[in-house]
C-alpha cells in the first residue's frame, strides 16, 4: 500500500520553472514505474510523464523538452522539473504509482496503468 504526498506546486510567471516532489512511503521494492499525471481545468487526466526505475522515462508530447522526470530511489522520492511554464500548464499536477502488472511505464499510459495517485499540488502559471 503506497502512499504519495506531494509538495512544491506554487504560482509562477510564464517562461518559470518549478519543480515538483513526492515522497513515497510504504513502497514496493523492485521493478517498478512511477509517473505524473494532471487535471487542467475543464479537461480530463492526462498522463504528464513516467519513469522507470531503470532510468527510462517517456513524457507526453505537451510537455517534451520542457518538463523533467527524475527519482531518488535512496530517498523514495519522484520529481517533477517544470520548465519553461505556459498558461496552459496550469494544472492540479499528482504523483502516481503501483502500475498494473503487463502495462507499459510511459506517459501514455500513467491515467489507465498506476493504481495509486497522490492529491495533488497546484501549479498556477500566469502572464
Known amino acids: 500500500q503506497v502512499q504519495l504526498v506531494e509538495s512544491g506546486g506554487g504560482s509562477v510567471e510564464t517562461g518559470g520553472s518549478l519543480t515538483l516532489s513526492c515522497t513515497a512511503s510504504g513502497y514496493i521494492r523492485g521493478p517498478h514505474c512511477m509517473g505524473w499525471l494532471r487535471k487542467r481545468p475543464g479537461q480530463n487526466r492526462e498522463g504528464v510523464a513516467a519513469?522507470?526505475?531503470?532510468?527510462?522515462?517517456s513524457y507526453a508530447d505537451s510537455v517534451k523538452g520542457r518538463f523533467t522526470i527524475s527519482q531518488d530511489a535512496a530517498k523514495n522520492t519522484l520529481y517533477l522539473h517544470l520548465n519553461n511554464l505556459k498558461p496552459e500548464d496550469t494544472a492540479m499536477y499528482s504523483c502516481?504509482?503501483?502500475?498494473?502488472?503487463?502495462?507499459?511505464?510511459?506517459?501514455?499510459?500513467?491515467?489507465?496503468?498506476?493504481?495509486?495517485w497522490g492529491r495533488g499540488a497546484q501549479v498556477t502559471v500566469s502572464s
Open positions: 502516481a504509482a503501483d502500475w498494473l502488472p503487463g502495462l507499459p511505464c510511459d506517459a501514455d499510459t500513467v491515467i489507465a496503468g498506476a493504481q495509486k
Open positions: 519513469i522507470h526505475n531503470d532510468g527510462t522515462a
